[in-house]
Structure formats: C-alpha cells, structure tokens
C-alpha cells in the first residue's frame, strides 16, 4: 500500500488485488451516505524501531465480544485491548481475556 500526505489530505493507493479488496472494506465501513462518515483515531504509539505497526479505532464501531484465552494470568492485573480500548481486571489465575482477535495486553 503506497501512502502519501500532503498537509491534511492522506491518499491511499493499493498495489494488490488484494489491498485493493481491503481497502474497498474500510471504504465501505468508514463511509456512510446517508448519515455520517466515521473518523478514524489512533490508538497508542507508533515507534518503527519498536513494533513496525499503526493501530487506528473507527469511532462509532463497538468492540468485539470478549473471549478467554488459554494462557492464565500471573497476579492480578489491569488487560488492555490495543484496537477497541476495553479495560478488564483479571485476578491471578484466572484466563486471560481475547478481545478484537487477539490477546490483551497487560496495562502497565
């Protein structure tokens, strides 16, 4: 996916069939003509040397159902879903929860 910005304006050009697809889908879930377009926010840091990732959260989508994962926690603790922010309080040995698709990550 080429990505270009000039001042306030951010063009999108996808260079696969397949991001051509995906793009179409963010298209069709941030835009609505009959009532307002979603906006899209970011969601904690981008740091390339860190984790070569953006995250963003359309605003007016709700989160996804909160799932278990096998793996337990150590002690109590605050969990984190990175995509939709949702907060848990998970006791010590208790599933860590799965939200978004993915594990929560522990709020330090």
């Known amino acids: 996916m080429k990505i270009t910005v000039d001042r306030n304006v951010v063009e999108l050009v996808p260079e696969s069939p397949r991001e051509t697809e995906e793009l179409q889908l963010l298209w069709r879930v941030m835009v609505d003509c009959l009532r307002e377009n ?42 984190y879903c990175a995509i939709c922010n949702k907060y848990m309080n998970v006791h010590a040995g208790d599933a860590i929860p799965l939200c978004c698709g993915r594990e929560m990550e522990r709020l330090d």
């Open 38 to 79: 979603k906006k899209m926010v970011p969601i904690g840091e981008y740091i390339p040397t860190k984790q070569n990732l953006a995250r963003f959260v359309i605003e007016g989508i709700p989160g996804g159902k909160t799932e278990w994962s096998q793996h337990k926690a150590d002690e109590d603790h605050t969990y």
